[in-house]
């Protein structure tokens, strides 16, 4: 059975940092992209980072590159997103998805995780 399970959010003032975490169980996650994904209320889902599997390629969205740096770590099964110098903005339900290869569309992604929740607020 496949399954990806986040966790690491919580509330953090602006500026402040937070790892979350993306744990794969029923298959090896290094064959696959995982991408992380946030939606607010009311907002669509929009992507924020990726990694590719075959050559670790990472990809980053424009409102959040040189803040959020993704990584994987294959011992662990694990796909990392270090958030730093958060904002309020970032304040969304932060979910992370599959995929044979980095997009930015949500579509091509599947076996989404339960999601946690990233608040930031003074």
């Known amino acids: 059975q496949v399954q990806l399970v986040e966790s690491g959010g919580g509330l953090v003032q602006p500026g402040g940092s937070l790892r979350l975490s993306c744990a794969a169980s029923?298959?090896?996650?290094?064959?696959?992209?995982i991408g992380w994904f946030r939606q607010a209320p009311g907002k669509e889902r929009e992507g924020v980072s990726c990694?590719?599997?075959?050559?670790?390629?990472?990809y980053h969205a424009d409102s959040v590159k040189g803040r959020f740096t993704i990584s994987r770590d294959n011992a662990e099964n694990t796909v990392y997103l270090q958030m730093n110098s958060l904002e309020p903005e970032d304040t969304a339900v932060y979910y992370c998805?599959?995929?044979?290869?980095?997009?930015?569309?949500?579509?091509?992604?599947?076996?989404w995780g339960q999601g946690t929740q990233v608040t930031v607020s003074s």
């Open positions: 998805g599959l995929s044979a290869l980095c997009s930015s569309d949500y579509a091509t992604f599947g076996s």
């Open positions: 029923g298959f090896t996650l290094d064959y696959y992209a």
């Open positions: 990694i590719n599997s075959h050559d670790n390629t990472t």
